[in-house]
């Protein structure tokens, strides 16, 4: 079942009523809502909730229509959805669509419902007007490592971050970072995970996030951001986490 509505502040929107087994493997954009896309249609889409959570599908093309797939799959269980529960898209623009979800009973399911239901927020925004981010665009920068003057005392963001003031171990001996438990028990899964850094100049190292010991680690990949930023015994590194498993670094 699928249409198109334009409710709220004029943006474009269509709904979806979850049925059967294909809409949990890939979602459908309705035809006629395809036009609203026009010049921005690109390899991915940001969605999000206003109980909190990001996540990102992958468009995928095909004689049969404009699909959400490699990423819708994992919103659909994060967001504990099941048939006949009712899906609201607002396009926002920039490929991000806003996702109001309604249950059975067709009441709308608020934070309260979410955490009841143990729906998992992929990421957390601290308080304040959520920021819009796209998908490609890093932020600009002057220099290789784009090493800051400012105090790290001054760093504010609406996104979850922490920071590190870099040992031995991160910048001399195993090139091993420890993220802080209370940080990466909300945002990193307790399996090996690649994750990307990526400095204020906009350049990017693919790393490894190990868990081991009830601990989260950052390795495999830490060492040549470590090299290649001249990072020093020392040193203050704030990671923000921007987008699923990507970190900016600010080097301090």
């Known amino acids: 079942m699928e249409n198109r509505m334009r409710i709220e502040e004029g943006r474009p929107h269509f709904y979806k009523l979850i049925h059967g087994e294909d809409v949990k493997k890939h979602l459908r954009i309705p035809p006629t809502f395809i036009k609203n896309l026009a010049g921005e249609i690109s390899g991915t889409v940001t969605l999000t909730r206003s109980t909190g959570g990001q996540w ?3 468009v995928w093309k095909n004689p049969n229509g404009t699909y959400l797939e490699d990423g819708w799959s994992r919103f659909m269980r994060e967001n504990k959805l099941g048939d006949d529960e009712f899906l609201v898209f607002r396009y926002d623009g920039n490929m991000q669509f806003h996702v ?38 890093p932020p600009a920068g002057n220099g290789e490592n784009s090493k800051t003057d400012q105090k790290p005392e001054s760093f504010t963001s609406n996104f979850p971050y922490f920071a590190s003031s870099m ?7 195993s090139f ?31 790393a490894v996030c190990i868990y081991h ?5 950052i390795s495999g990949g830490w060492s040549g951001f470590a090299r290649d930023n001249s990072l020093k015994l020392g040193d203050t590194c704030i990671f923000e986490l921007v987008q699923r498993n990507v970190l900016q670094v600010h080097v301090f």
Not at 213 to 217: A, D, L, M, Q
């Open 176 to 206: 091993l970072l420890t993220i802080p438990q209370t940080f990466s028990n909300s945002y990193f899964p307790t399996t090996r995970t690649k994750v990307l850094l990526r400095n204020l100049a906009g350049k990017a190292w693919e």
């Open 213 to 217: 010991t009830r601990r989260h680690y």
């Open 56 to 58: 990102h599908a992958r």
């Open 100 to 137: 109001k979800i309604f249950g059975k009973n067709g009441v709308k399911r608020s934070a309260a419902m979410a955490k009841e239901k143990g729906v998992v927020s992929s990421v957390k925004r601290s308080r304040g007007r959520p920021r819009k981010y796209p998908i490609c665009p």
């Open 167 to 173: 040992t031995r171990s991160c910048v001399e001996r």
